[in-house]
């Protein structure tokens, strides 16, 4: 099992992207998906969040310019980030909590991680 997000790059403030995140191998279920990011010298943080029936949460940071969504079908999680901020500038990594058709109870999975930066 594995993660790969994509979507990334270089964007002036107030700016849009959009991020994906494709599971991919052997999965028997998929829970909740979300976004991550972790900006220089600083901790990793949640950014949203959804569960399989489409139940989302956002930090403050974030909420009201950004939207997470999921596509069920494709193993895929979505974040269109609106209205860029120089402070969101961070490597946003996606995560997934999967069952592996080889796996007896579900474990948590994370990307790579995809650059997002935000000129002023």
């Known amino acids: 099992v594995q993660l790969q997000a994509s979507g990334g790059g270089l964007v002036q403030s107030g700016g849009s992207l959009r991020l994906s995140c494709v599971a991919s191998?052997?999965?028997?279920?998929?829970?909740?998906m979300g976004w991550y990011r972790q900006a220089p010298g600083k901790q990793r943080e949640l950014v949203a969040r959804v569960t399989t029936g489409g139940d989302t949460d956002y930090a403050d940071s974030v909420n009201g310019r950004f939207t997470i969504s999921r596509d069920n079908f494709k193993n895929t999680v979505f974040l269109q980030m609106n209205s860029l901020r120089s402070t969101d500038t961070a490597v946003y990594y996606c995560?997934?909590?999967?069952?592996?058709?080889?796996?007896?109870?579900?474990?948590?999975?994370w990307g790579r991680g995809t650059q997002v930066t935000v000129s002023s």
């Open positions: 995560n997934a909590v999967i069952t592996a058709s080889t796996a007896i109870a579900p474990n948590d999975y």
């Open positions: 191998g052997s999965i028997l279920h998929i829970g909740r």
